[in-house]
């Protein structure tokens, strides 16, 4: 996150896209926890296949909110 570092604003924040993040990382909570702070909006989608999330998939939505303390 050395980009919003960098810029050192509050006003420039970071999409979080937890579909690419689970494909590229695999621990979508932790990386969330650890880096909220510089997200603004979350972009979501069912893994795999990009469908809706209300088709079985490998991430716990529920649970992902719930950990991350996702108010929005």
Known sequence: M???KQVNSPRVKLLCDIYHMQIMEGNV???IQQERVHFGHYHTA???GRNDLNQPEEL???AIIRATGYEG
Do not use: K, L, S
Request: proline content about 17%; charged content about 10%.
């Open 2 to 4: 050395a980009v919003c």
């Open 46 to 48: 069912g893994n795999p």
């Open 29 to 31: 909570i932790r990386t």
């Open 60 to 62: 716990n939505y529920p």
